[in-house]
């Protein structure tokens, strides 16, 4: 199933898209909730429920909505750093050394933003930067996950753009700061259940900035798969329905450019996932 949380005449819910219908989830179950994370904690149940559900007097054409991020709701927004072979080197290049062990930082949640929402290119700096990826969407309580079980705690699969401020990224060692501005969170543009998608470690994934293709790879290019991701974090702290985890980007974002080549405003940066989507958003200035 392709979910959604939509916004449409001031109301906010979730719905399931089939084509270009979106079936309003909210208003044929309305006992379900209506933000993802709670939604997911509900189980398997609910979403056979909503797996059930048909076209009827409420279904909305899809250009007719807002779509917002999937998942407004999550408590957690975890990245990995470095995680794509030639993106490593990209930087290693530019005197960051490759880690020797995953490397993780958060993204605050309260950057989330769209999937076709603007990104804001801040008043504080100029190096704006784009980074295509796959997220993950956690889909229960979990703790002490082993690689062998861990796709059995995955609910989904989202587009994401870690938009980057990257001199602010280095004011902190955890680079939080400078992944964390509002609107720098764009994911979408719905959650693909994992169900549809056999093996998430062979989909292309890539990015354009204004129609030039920037990054062109597949996610078999990770270092440390996603099952292995989800076992060193979740040895750590416990994984809660609606968490998101960015998995790494691949070769070519703009600070691997000589010269860099970082976001200006008016750029169009589209963001594509075989199996997914893909999410686009236009750099505006800070107001």
């Given at each position: ?12 819910a979730?719905?399931?898209v ?39 007097s409420?279904?909305l054409?899809?250009?007719?909505v ?6 407004t709701d ?9 995680n794509y072979?030639?993106?490593?080197e ?28 603007d990104i804001?290119?801040p008043?504080?700096s100029?190096?704006?930067?784009y980074?295509a ?27 994401a ?14 680079f939080?700061?400078?992944?964390s ?14 169900d549809?998608v056999?093996d998430?470690h ?13 990054q ?8 440390y798969n996603?099952?292995?991701?989800i ?8 994984l ?7 998995t ?24 594509e ?6 999410i686009?958003n ?6």
């Amino acid at each position: 199933m392709k979910l959604v949380t939509f916004q449409h005449q001031g109301r906010i819910a979730l719905g399931k898209v089939i084509g270009e219908l979106l079936v309003d989830i909210n208003a044929q179950l309305p006992d379900l909730p209506d933000s993802m994370a709670r939604l997911l904690a509900q189980g398997e149940p609910a979403l056979q429920r909503i797996a059930a559900l048909g076209v009827d007097s409420a279904t909305l054409q899809l250009p007719q909505v807002q779509l917002l991020a999937p998942v407004t709701d999550a408590q957690k927004y975890l990245a990995i750093g470095m995680n794509y072979r030639a993106h490593a080197e990209e930087v290693a290049r530019n005197g960051v050394p490759i880690p020797k062990s995953q490397l993780w930082f958060n993204k605050q949640v309260s950057c989330l933003n769209g999937p076709y929402a603007d990104i804001h290119l801040p008043k504080v700096s100029d190096k704006l930067d784009y980074e295509a990826e796959l997220a993950v969407v956690i889909g229960r309580r979990c703790r002490h996950v082993t690689v062998q079980q861990a796709p059995s705690v995955v609910a989904g699969y989202m587009v994401a753009n870690d938009v980057s401020v990257r001199d602010w990224q280095m004011r902190s060692p955890t680079f939080t700061l400078g992944k964390s501005f509002d609107t720098h969170g764009p994911l979408g543009p719905w959650l693909v259940t994992a169900d549809e998608v056999p093996d998430p470690h062979a989909l292309g994934i890539r990015a354009w900035v204004n129609d030039e293709l920037r990054q062109d790879s597949n996610t078999g290019d990770m270092i440390y798969n996603i099952w292995e991701q989800i076992a060193y974090l979740s040895t750590v702290m416990t994984l809660m329905p609606g968490d998101i985890l960015a998995t790494g980007t691949p070769a070519g974002v703009g600070v691997g450019f000589d010269p860099k080549r970082f976001l200006k405003v008016g750029d169009r940066v589209r963001i594509e996932v075989d199996g997914i989507g893909h999410i686009e958003n236009t750099v505006v200035a800070e107001s």
